[in-house]
């Protein structure tokens, strides 16, 4: 399985970006994805995940600001920016779970994109 995100780039406080993941070698149907971030001297921490069912969750830091969607379809997952914050700068990642929900191990993760944002 291979996790390919983009979107990522340099963007002034304000500013909306959305980042997308497109997965090959699975379907990613019937497994929760999510997106994880990495700022700077930090841990990765979780953004936001997505059951195989589409309910979602997004952690209280992003909370109005950010959007996880999917597009089985397309085996591709996204997340919508907006009101970015310096903050909010990170190397993002994307990742499949091993079962329907997020409360399952990561099973795949990608390579990560950078998101910078400027004051």
């Known amino acids: 399985v291979q996790l390919q995100a983009s979107g990522g780039g340099l963007m002034q406080a304000g500013g909306s970006l959305t980042l997308s993941c497109a997965a090959s070698?699975?379907?990613?149907?019937?497994?929760?994805m999510g997106w994880f971030r990495r700022p700077p001297g930090k841990e990765r921490e979780l953004v936001a995940a997505i059951t195989s069912g589409g309910t979602s969750d997004i952690v209280d830091s992003v909370e109005g600001r950010f959007t996880i969607s999917r597009d089985n379809a397309k085996n591709t997952i996204y997340l919508q920016m907006s009101l970015l914050k310096p903050e909010d700068t990170a190397i993002y990642y994307c990742?499949?779970?091993?079962?329907?929900?997020?409360?399952?191990?990561?099973?795949?993760w990608g390579q990560g994109t950078l998101v910078t944002v400027s004051s």
């Open positions: 070698g699975r379907t990613t149907i019937s497994y929760a």
């Open positions: 990742a499949i779970y091993s079962g329907h929900s997020y409360n399952r191990r990561v099973a795949y």
